[in-house]
């Protein structure tokens, strides 16, 4: 099994609709990210989390929200989709202070129609 | 904040060229620097973690370098092949409350 499980891999889904992106991790870190992918713009951090009892806005958490249920498992919901919130979304962990690097999942492919 | 540039952002070369790929950070408080790549499409895989103390790392044909002091980390591909078409992507690491921060990459195509 990968280290960090991303569900589902491929979604389409309608304007207006509300969906839940899921992301497990076996690595027992304690930080987990979400991140979405752009053509051109690179990876932007959406929200993070240090601990289950720590939520961070990224720099682009607007329209988003996420629930850290435990250490390993940490959700993104699209309250009401839009469709430029169309992407890739990708889940990563990292050990505290990051010292052994990021792992990240093999991503979410979201459309919305 | 962290700023991580990558120069080329695109790099088209024939089979069997070594080549070197730039990333630059702002913020020389990092801990180490870490090497992804990523295949269209698909998630990141890590290729390399360069210690700070270490400031080199090698893996097969692959070959990360890390200044500190100039906010500078070198990626070299030795005798690069079209398996090795995808993108570049590096990340300074640090402690404390410190965010990964990425480049938005440099894309290679190695062509036969």
């Known amino acids: 099994d990968a280290d960090v499980t991303q569900t589902p891999r491929n979604r389409i889904t309608k304007t207006g609709k509300r969906i839940m992106l899921e992301c497990s991790q076996t690595?027992?870190?304690?930080?987990m990210y979400w991140y979405r992918q752009d053509p051109g713009l690179g990876l932007r951090l959406i929200y993070y989390?240090?601990?289950?009892?720590?939520?961070n806005k990224g720099e682009i958490s607007d329209g988003y929200s996420v629930s850290r249920q435990a250490q390993a498992k940490f959700s993104l919901s699209l309250e009401s989709a839009i469709p430029n919130q169309t992407a890739l979304y990708f889940c990563?962990?990292?050990?505290?202070?990051?010292?052994?690097?990021?792992?990240f999942g093999s991503g979410t492919r979201l459309t919305v129609v | 904040k962290q700023e991580v540039t990558q120069i080329p952002a695109a790099l088209s070369v024939p089979e069997g060229e070594n080549l070197v790929l730039n990333c630059s950070f702002t913020?020389?408080?990092?801990?180490?620097l870490q090497w992804f790549r990523q295949d269209p499409g698909k998630g990141l895989t890590s290729l390399l973690l360069?210690?700070?103390?270490?400031r080199e790392q090698t893996s097969g044909r692959l070959n990360a370098s890390l200044d500190k002091s100039s906010g500078r980390s070198t990626l070299y591909i030795a005798a690069s092949q079209p398996g090795d078409s995808a993108t570049y992507l590096c990340?300074?690491?640090?402690?404390?409350?410190?965010?990964?921060?990425f480049g938005r990459g440099t894309s290679l195509i190695v062509h036969p």
């Open positions: 690595k027992g870190h304690d930080r």
């Open positions: 913020d020389s408080a990092i801990y180490n």
């Open positions: 989390s240090f601990d289950v009892k720590d939520i």
């Open positions: 990340a300074p690491l640090g402690g404390g409350s410190y965010i990964p921060t």
């Open positions: 990563a962990t990292s050990d505290t202070g990051g010292i052994g690097g990021n792992t």
């Open positions: 360069i210690q700070s103390s270490q």
